[in-house]
């Protein structure tokens, strides 16, 4: 139990529906971040969140859209995704956040999401 | 070119064989991390290093910041060691993972 859950943990979707993705951490943390983790590929850092406000943003579509109504939850909001976002969905959190640095991350056990 | 790149990509061993995992970066850093991923997707944080030599039981990380290489050592290997080890960047304005090694343990 590594403090960080994910909910669902498998998702199957249609390209034209709306999902959401949850995350919440029972550390104490006050980051978070979303990570996208395709077959093949290295991980890639979607958004960081430092105290509920956005810090990062890496060139995400916008049919990603993240929310973080407090330090404890995280959510991924899914609308009219396509076939290749089908990955591995990570969140994680950590103590702090500082630009430039990256510390210790905790991480959750992940959400396998399929786009049909 | 991937900025972070591991070798190898692919590793198995028998159970008490010592592992070196490599990971070489061509840009500057402020640090490194090493992650561990077992299947089904999670990930646990086992270093993180700017300089020298960090151990943990069996896990000894190193890391060359002149040569612009780190490793990562495995002791005394355990089928329980099986997973792929990712190796991630810290450069100034971004964080910069390795496509990872995939690393089984034979009994």
């Known amino acids: 139990e590594t403090g960080v859950t994910q909910t669902p943990r498998h998702l199957v979707m249609g390209m034209t529906n709306k999902k959401s993705l949850k995350c919440e951490q029972h550390l104490g943390h006050n980051a978070m971040y979303w990570y996208k983790q395709s077959a093949k590929k290295p991980l890639e850092l979607m958004f960081v969140?430092?105290?509920?406000?956005?810090?990062e943003n890496n060139s995400v579509p916008s049919r990603f859209s993240p929310e973080c109504p407090n330090s404890s939850h995280l959510f991924l909001h899914l609308h009219t995704l396509q076939p290749e976002d089908s990955a591995l969905y990570l969140c994680a959190s950590s103590q702090d956040f500082l630009a430039g640095q990256y510390n210790e991350q905790f991480f959750g056990p992940g959400t396998r999401l399929t786009v049909l | 070119k991937n900025e972070v790149e591991q070798s190898p990509q692919n590793l198995t061993a028998q159970e008490g064989e010592f592992i070196t995992i490599n990971c070489s970066y061509s840009v500057g850093i402020s640090a490194l991390h090493w992650l561990q991923q077992h299947p089904g997707g999670g990930i646990v944080s086992l270093f993180m290093?700017?300089?020298g030599k960090k151990k943990h039981g069996r896990l000894i990380a190193t890391i060359n910041i002149q040569e612009k290489h780190s490793s990562l050592h495995i002791t005394a290997s355990h089928p329980r060691d099986s997973a792929v080890y990712i190796c991630?960047?810290?450069?100034?304005?971004?964080?910069?993972f390795g496509t990872g090694t995939r690393l089984q343990v034979f009994p």
């Open positions: 290093l700017s300089s």
């Open positions: 969140y430092s105290l509920e406000e956005r810090v």
């Open positions: 991630a960047a810290v450069s100034p304005d971004k964080l910069i």
